[in-house]
């Protein structure tokens, strides 16, 4: 089946005001290696900080809350549902949408649909992406990974990945206070 997953990656504010805007608290601080709970939080470095669930993380959040999340700070979304192949990533600013990376296979397995200002670090992901999906001879979506790995590259953070980058702590659980 796949994982589902979606993500928010903030940078600017302390991980206690990312939580208080989102309506979440820290449930269990004791933090673990894995993200094992239903919704996880983790401190980045580059101040960036990680809230992770499943897939409706962020499909409960785009619309109404990146927005308003973003003001004064930065923040990427990203959702990547292995069973269908879709993957969305996108990147607020102050309140406005910057881009938007989107792979749909029923478009094709090369679709990727780009919005805004795409980001500098999509041309050598998507380049690579193209070249090993034109290599392969099985049934491999290359494309899938490219929102996730270009936000990676912005923010450090790659869910198919199951580390912390070096030196942090590990998963918070997070939830509804």
């Known amino acids: 089946m796949g994982a589902s997953l979606s993500y928010l990656v903030v940078q600017g504010p302390t991980p206690q005001e990312v939580l208080r ?14 993200a094992w709970h239903d919704l996880n939080g983790a401190e980045l470095p580059g101040g960036w900080y ?21 003001a004064g700070c ?7 549902f292995e069973g269908t ?8 600013r102050d309140g ?4 938007q990376l989107e792979h749909s296979p029923d478009s094709g397995v090369t679709h990727l649909d780009v919005t805004g200002s795409a980001p500098a670090e999509l041309a050598g992901v998507h ?21 996730a790995t270009v936000a990676a590259a912005i923010c450090g953070y790659h869910w198919d990945r199951d580390q912390l ?3 942090r702590p590990g998963y918070v ?3 509804s206070p």
């Open 85 to 92: 192949m879709y993957s969305l990533a996108v990147q607020y």
């Open 74 to 80: 930065t923040v990427l979304a990203v959702m990547a």
């Open 127 to 147: 380049g690579e992406a193209l070249r090993r999906q034109a290599a392969e001879r099985d049934d491999v979506d290359h494309v899938f990974d490219v929102p």
């Open 50 to 70: 990680l809230v992770l669930g499943g897939d409706d993380v962020t499909e409960r959040v785009v619309d109404r809350v990146l927005a308003p999340l973003s």
């Open 21 to 34: 805007r989102l309506g979440l608290e820290v449930r269990d601080p004791v933090p673990a290696p894995h």
């Open 173 to 175: 659980a997070l939830g």
């Open 165 to 167: 980058p070096t030196g």
């Open 96 to 99: 406005r949408q910057i881009w």
